[in-house]
């Protein structure tokens, strides 16, 4: 049953262009959510996050936006740098509970010059 | 700040062996957590700690898995025997907040 779901294992975007990453969630109890980024060889690292309050939290060159009606929400990343290249890892949580971190799948982006 | 840091980084056995993973979280961090990362796959939550005492393991498989948090700080992670399908990445993180995870490098497994 896999409850955070990132549909496009891979993207491929230019420098200097919009990187948009997707995650859609099954589950109605979370209700804060999470972006990772991982590099080869190192452990993900937290990116942004947002709650189930919002519909946007910007954090530099990286927004994420959440349609709760459509248990939808994405990453932007503008512009994008070869630095960005890595895993995106969309998770989600039931704040509150004894609900744990639930990970998506990953999208492994990369940026080309 | 020092990150969590976990040992060793990487280990190559033979099914039906065993191998334990240490794990070292940031100073202060109440609640360690366990994930197993199988490649294509997200990180899957084995076992938390909070403190020195076990949060969740519904998904740890007991008849080969074992995790210990001793004095509420290092935890190590064992597996007695390994099976192929254990070939992963194992992460270890520790937070202060429920949902903001600081991860560690990981262990990388292969089991032949």
């Known amino acids: 049953d896999q409850q955070v779901k990132q549909n496009s294992p891979s993207l491929s975007v230019q420098e200097g262009r919009i990187s948009i990453l997707n995650c859609d969630y099954t589950?109605?109890?979370?209700?804060?959510f999470l972006w990772y980024k991982k590099y080869p060889a190192e452990g993900p690292t937290f990116l942004i996050s947002?709650?189930?309050?919002?519909d946007k939290n910007e954090d530099g060159r990286f927004t994420v936006f959440l349609n709760k009606s459509a248990k939808h929400l994405s990453l932007h990343i503008v512009p994008s740098q070869p630095g960005d290249s890595a895993v995106y890892f969309c998770?989600?949580?039931?704040?509150?509970?004894?609900?744990?971190?639930?990970f998506g799948t990953g999208t492994r982006l990369q940026v080309t010059l | 700040e020092a990150g969590v840091a976990q040992s060793p980084r990487y280990k190559i056995i033979e099914k039906r062996q065993s191998v334990a993973f240490w794990c070292n979280p940031i100073?202060?961090?109440?609640?360690l957590y366990w994930y197993q990362q199988i490649l294509g796959q997200g990180p899957k939550l084995l076992i938390q700690?909070?403190?020195?005492?076990?949060?969740?393991d519904s998904q740890l498989p007991k008849d080969r898995f074992s995790a210990e948090r001793l004095k509420g700080v290092d935890s190590t992670l064992k597996i007695q025997p390994a099976k192929l399908e254990d070939s992963a990445v194992y992460l270890c993180?520790?937070?202060?907040?429920?949902?903001?995870?600081?991860f560690g490098s990981g262990t990388q497994l292969s089991v032949l």
């Open positions: 993180a520790s937070s202060l907040a429920p949902e903001k995870l600081f």
């Open positions: 589950n109605s109890m979370f209700d804060y």
């Open positions: 947002i709650s189930s309050i919002k």
């Open positions: 998770a989600a949580v039931a704040t509150g509970t004894a609900s744990k971190l639930t």
């Open positions: 100073s202060g961090h109440a609640t």
């Open positions: 700690f909070q403190n020195n005492g076990v949060v969740d």
